[in-house]
């Protein structure tokens, strides 16, 4: 006597109805980690725009140090770029030589760009200006210590009302103007 047994046939295929659920929950999955994502995208591009604020800032008191005064709020980007230079940066940033005017001759430095204005509107002549302002406070003569200055984003803050270009750089301020914009 010989015993047949018969093994269940197993199914190795996918339904379709299974592999449309398992699509559905492979979207969802995505659905949610694109906007955390663009989220932690957007937060590194603040991070390297304080970065650059940071720079600013100290490169602004090295100078000050030296020169015992702050610079032009208007030629910053000439007057500041020898303290910006870095090993890093030496081949993209102009030589001091050859920086004459350089806000509008050269190509914006990275420590001058903020990564995060993706959209930012300039009059031509500004194309290559720095993303940020320095606003300086002139309304009495003091020690550079004593004065009110600081960088910004031009982007977050609105263009203080004078009849000039200038404030795409920077601009020297007193009185009330002063105490606004700072």
Same mark, same amino acid.
């Given at each position: 006597m010989t015993a047949t047994t018969t093994e269940p046939k197993v199914q190795s295929k996918f339904s $379709?109805? *299974? =592999? =449309?659920?398992l699509l559905v929950i492979c979207g969802g999955g995505i659905g949610l980690l694109l906007p955390a994502l663009a989220s932690s995208r957007e937060n590194a591009r603040s991070n390297i725009c304080r970065r650059n604020l940071? #720079? $600013? !800032? $100290?490169?602004?008191? @090295?100078?000050?140090?030296? &020169? @015992? #005064?702050l610079p032009d709020a208007v030629t910053w980007p000439d007057? %500041? $770029?020898? &303290?910006?230079?870095?090993?890093? !940066?030496? !081949? #993209? %940033? /102009?030589?001091? *030589?050859?920086? =004459?005017?350089f806000t509008f001759q050269f190509p914006r430095p990275p420590v001058f760009t903020c990564p995060s204005q993706l959209t930012h509107q300039q009059s031509k002549l500004?194309?290559?200006?720095?993303? &940020? *302002?320095l606003i300086v406070d002139r309304s009495k003569q003091k020690s550079w210590q004593e004065t009110n200055w600081k960088f910004r984003d031009r982007e977050l803050a609105p /263009?203080? @009302? @004078?009849?000039?270009?200038?404030?795409?750089v920077g601009v020297e301020l007193t009185g009330d103007a002063a105490a606004q914009q700072l």
């Amino acid at each position: 006597m010989t015993a047949t047994t018969t093994e269940p046939k197993v199914q190795s295929k996918f339904s $379709l109805f *299974e =592999v =449309v659920i398992l699509l559905v929950i492979c979207g969802g999955g995505i659905g949610l980690l694109l906007p955390a994502l663009a989220s932690s995208r957007e937060n590194a591009r603040s991070n390297i725009c304080r970065r650059n604020l940071r #720079r $600013l !800032d $100290l490169a602004t008191i @090295q100078y000050a140090e030296i &020169y @015992q #005064r702050l610079p032009d709020a208007v030629t910053w980007p000439d007057e %500041l $770029l020898t &303290y910006l230079r870095t090993q890093s !940066d030496g !081949d #993209r %940033l /102009p030589s001091k *030589e050859a920086s =004459v005017n350089f806000t509008f001759q050269f190509p914006r430095p990275p420590v001058f760009t903020c990564p995060s204005q993706l959209t930012h509107q300039q009059s031509k002549l500004a194309d290559n200006a720095a993303h &940020y *302002e320095l606003i300086v406070d002139r309304s009495k003569q003091k020690s550079w210590q004593e004065t009110n200055w600081k960088f910004r984003d031009r982007e977050l803050a609105p /263009p203080p @009302q @004078q009849g000039n270009d200038w404030w795409r750089v920077g601009v020297e301020l007193t009185g009330d103007a002063a105490a606004q914009q700072l």
